[in-house]
């Protein structure tokens, strides 16, 4: 694995004559100077009104409840759901990127882990949204918290909410640490390099007064390695407690002792995704093909690609396990997905998850930028079918014939799904513009360690 994703971004960036000034003048630039191009405004006018779309949809919610989704008896659990699983199993990819690339002392991550982590950060916080308006009463969601009560109503442990609520309020907390402590030394760089005052002092906030001492310097690498070893196992603990929220269950097609290593590597298989979707065209429009180059889009693509056959060799197990069982519920929603009403979506994730990362086995194809992007969104799709496949396909023919009903989503459904994915966009393109996207000292280790080398 180590020759696989060796460690080439040094030579690349020495090719190109990069030094410490100019690794600092082109990624500072692109926070201080660089005006707003068409192309942002687009992006943030679509993300602006995608929000304020869910904005809407979340005030409608609340005056006229859950009703307005399509969700029913049999099928209570849909597209709200589907979102939270998909987002926070999208921001686990960030994280191990960042933190499991830091711990094996890989190089080539100090060109993709600031926007890695940046992702992660901002899907969590959106995949939060969801179990709080699946509450039915979302006004209510403070019960959830451990607080003091005279009434004595304390929060209900066995149930998958609180296991929701704290596996989110924790891996969120250390992805922000862990995202906020990295950049602490560029927000001290943009702070010094600030071409006015009130940037200067927007930025010297943020940096906390880093001044670059050795002091300091040794406590932020030591904080860094404690944020990293503990961001890695919350990655599996965190999508274990989400997999046990189905596992636990009697439903069957959800009653599964292999879902929480199964959900981890989906996680992780979607997160790679993102970061491909997100950095391909970034690279392009800031500028940073320098930094991150074809080596770095090379090696995701074959990180995507192993997570992928993990994913497949889940997709086998369940399927095998269901007729090996000879269990005749199992057997029921197996062939009801392969075959029933709602097929198309496990065919959907068959063709994005399975058979389109096989084209990853090409050296041609992982150069390929537009093909790379393009398998990259298609496994996001088929990661989304997935989680709908799952839950709708388990829910809606239940053991009675008399409770089955099919579930079709409404405006509102969609709604939500575009409204979250706005926000997102938002968040991210606000952080391109007033953040630096790239780690500028990591950056300047390697320079300095490519010239070490060279003499």
């Known amino acids: 694995m180590s020759a696989v994703l060796g460690d080439a971004a040094s030579p690349a960036l020495l090719a190109r004559g990069q030094t410490h000034a100019t690794v600092t003048a082109a990624i500072s630039a692109i926070s201080l100077h660089r005006r707003f191009g068409r192309y942002w405004l687009a992006g943030f006018a679509i993300a602006l009104a995608l929000c304020l779309l869910l904005v809407f949809g979340t005030g409608w919610l609340l005056h006229r409840g859950v009703g307005i989704w399509g969700i029913n008896m049999p099928v209570a659990w849909a597209f709200a759901i589907c979102n939270y699983v998909w987002w926070i199993g999208i921001g686990m990819g960030g994280t191990f990127i960042s933190g499991a690339l830091y711990l094996a002392r890989k190089d080539w991550r100090s060109s993709i882990n600031r926007y890695a982590e940046a992702m992660t950060v901002f899907a969590v916080a959106v995949s939060g949204i969801f179990p709080i308006l699946h509450l039915g009463r979302p006004w209510f969601f403070y019960w959830l918290f451990p607080y003091p009560d005279v009434m004595n109503v304390w929060p209900q442990w066995r149930s998958s909410l609180e296991w929701d609520f704290f596996a989110i309020v924790a891996y969120l907390t250390v992805s922000i640490l862990y995202w906020y402590v990295g950049m602490i030394p560029d927000l001290a760089t943009l702070r010094d390099r600030a071409p006015t005052l009130g940037v200067a002092r927007f930025y010297g906030l943020l940096a906390l007064g880093w001044r670059g001492e050795a002091r300091q310097w040794r406590r932020f690498e030591t904080l860094s390695l404690l944020l990293a070893g503990l961001a890695v196992p919350l990655v599996f603990s965190v999508h274990s407690m989400v997999a046990l929220d189905f596992s636990e269950a ?99 994730t068959i063709l994005c998850n399975v058979l389109s990362i096989q084209l990853l086995w090409s050296a041609r194809v992982r150069r390929n930028h537009a093909a790379l992007f393009v398998i990259a969104l298609l496994v996001l799709i088929g990661m989304w079918l997935e989680r709908f496949m799952l839950i709708v396909t388990s829910l809606y023919q239940d053991f009675v014939p008399s409770s089955w009903g099919m579930y079709y989503p409404t405006f509102w459904d969609i709604a939500f799904l575009a409204g979250s994915l706005g926000l997102f966009l938002l968040m991210f393109l606000l952080f391109v513009r007033l953040l630096p996207v790239v780690s500028i000292f990591e950056l300047r280790k390697l320079v300095h360690k490519g010239e070490v080398k060279s003499t």
């Open 250 to 348: 009697l439903v069957p097609g959800w009653h599964s002792t292999v879902f929480p290593p199964f959900f981890v590597a989906g996680a992780l298989f979607s997160g790679f995704a993102m970061v491909l979707v997100l950095g391909i065209p970034m690279r392009r429009m800031l500028g940073l093909r320098d930094y991150i180059t074809d080596v770095h889009l090379a090696n995701l693509a074959k990180v995507l690609l192993a997570a992928g056959l993990v994913v497949a060799y889940g997709y086998c197990t369940e399927i095998f396990s269901a007729f090996y069982s000879m269990d005749r519920f199992e057997l029921a929603v197996t062939l009801r997905r392969m075959t029933g009403a709602y097929a198309w979506t496990f065919w959907g």
